[in-house]
């Protein structure tokens, strides 16, 4: 495995100076599953105002606003948000794409339906994160977290797809964090569909 500073360092670099490859980048590590695996998470979306949480190039804002959501999102990255705002841009969407860390996030209490986020680094788990997530949700709202794909490629490229998610940590899926039993009560769901496959965790305010 590589040593943790270098994976830190490579995925910084990945959201910031070299933001502009991060799709690329995405799409022949999960052989093009990427978009696929994100998508799964409007299977557990309710209605209502729902705020992306590091909302990254912007592709899966642009679909939560194609399928009737009205979506607000925030990143800390200035890379990420101008290529995020380009992409609006060129499909001629507008939307609310704040900078913000999710530590604490500028909006009212009880505001949102749901919060989403999408392959995310370990800030979601940050015990400041998470009261910030409590703060902002309505009640019976939910959290709504993809956290690892499955991948699903032809046997040639497989077999290094898995040994890349083996040497960067990424291979076996993070344990449910013992907050979900308290603020917010959360449980995994395995779900599928269109051939994708993926680990998510939900968890809903009381």
């Known amino acids: 495995m590589l040593p943790i500073w270098l994976i830190k360092l490579g995925f910084h670099l990945l959201y910031y100076q070299f933001a502009w490859t991060y799709d690329l980048v995405a799409w022949v590590v999960s052989w093009g599953q990427w978009a696929a695996w994100r998508r799964l998470a409007l299977k557990f979306l309710q209605p209502g105002p729902t705020l ?51 530590q604490k996030l500028p909006f009212p209490d009880h505001h949102f339906s749901n919060i989403v986020a999408t392959f995310p680094t370990e800030y979601i ?56 039993s308290a603020t917010l009560p959360g449980q995994w769901h395995w779900a599928e569909e269109h051939g994708a496959a993926a680990w998510l965790l939900v968890a809903e305010k009381p």
């Open 52 to 102: 992306e949480l590091a909302y990254g190039t912007g592709a899966f804002f642009i679909d939560l606003q194609q399928h009737g959501y009205q979506p607000v999102g925030i990143d800390l990255s200035p890379y990420m948000a101008r290529l995020a705002h380009r992409r609006l841009q060129r499909q001629h969407l507008a939307g609310v794409l704040c900078q913000a860390k999710a």
């Open 125 to 180: 788990f940050q015990p400041a994160t998470l009261q910030e997530i409590t703060r902002l949700l309505q009640p019976h709202g939910r959290l709504v977290v993809v956290l690892e794909g499955q991948l699903r490629g032809p046997w040639p490229i497989q077999p290094f797809l898995v040994w890349l998610y083996k040497i960067t940590g990424q291979h076996e899926p993070q344990p449910i964090p013992t907050w979900s």
